[in-house]
């Protein structure tokens, strides 16, 4: 399994493509658009990927923050999401924005995702608020502590992908709230600036 590609970036198609060359191998990997925008020819590319294997073929997904690659990983993993939708999810709202459209049930802001109508995105709502552990958040504001908000968020960043120990420094930096919404955003754009 391919885990990651670091290498030049030989060419890049439009149809969300890229070839990046590791040690004289190209390899032709699936971006999506905003990530395509910024692997320019001739320059050195770092790329996290998914290696998805089906019986048929083999194709290689991927993403600039690791962040992201698990969030593919979990939507792909959701009934009826294969890894074209999958792409057009992650390339019309980052991992950060999904959270809160989940977290804030919205289907309107779903259904601008291309091949996702009114019906699936009601369907995708209610099955990525497990997957994505999307704290609960209906009455968030004066009827949690501050530790279940916290708890809240701690398991909403665990369910992301990322690890104890950069969770804990996140949360530490972001102190306790009372709003598990306005936490999560707060942690995720902390979380996003280390990572930069």
């Known amino acids: 399994m391919i885990g990651s590609l670091r290498g030049e970036v030989l060419e890049r ?6 070839l990046i060359e590791v040690s004289g191998i ?7 658009q905003r990530a ?11 790329l996290h990927i998914h290696h998805h294997i089906r019986d048929s073929d083999q194709q290689l997904f991927g993403f600039l923050t690791r962040l992201e690659r698990v969030t593919f990983q979990t939507l792909i993993g959701t009934h009826g999401v294969g890894p074209a939708l999958g792409m057009a999810i992650i390339a019309t709202h980052p991992p950060a924005a999904l959270v809160d459209i989940v977290a804030s049930q919205d289907i309107a802001a779903l259904s601008l995702v291309p091949g996702v109508g009114k019906k699936t995105a009601e369907r995708l709502l209610v099955e990525l608020k497990s997957r994505l552990s999307v704290p609960i958040l209906e009455g968030a504001t004066g009827t949690h ?3 279940s908000v916290m708890t809240d968020v701690r ?6 992908g990322y690890g104890d120990n950069e969770i804990r420094e996140t949360l530490r930096d972001v102190g306790a709230g009372d709003d598990a919404a306005t ?5 995720l754009s ?3 600036a280390r990572r930069a």
Request: proline residues 2%; negative net charge.
């Open 26 to 32: 190209g390899y032709v990997v699936n971006v999506s």
């Open 145 to 147: 502590s501050g530790g």
């Open 13 to 18: 198609d439009l149809d969300g493509s890229v």
């Open 36 to 46: 395509l925008a910024e692997l320019e020819p001739s320059t050195t590319a770092f």
């Open 190 to 192: 902390s979380l996003g």
């Open 155 to 160: 398991e909403a960043l665990l369910g992301l």
């Open 183 to 187: 936490m999560l955003r707060e942690a």
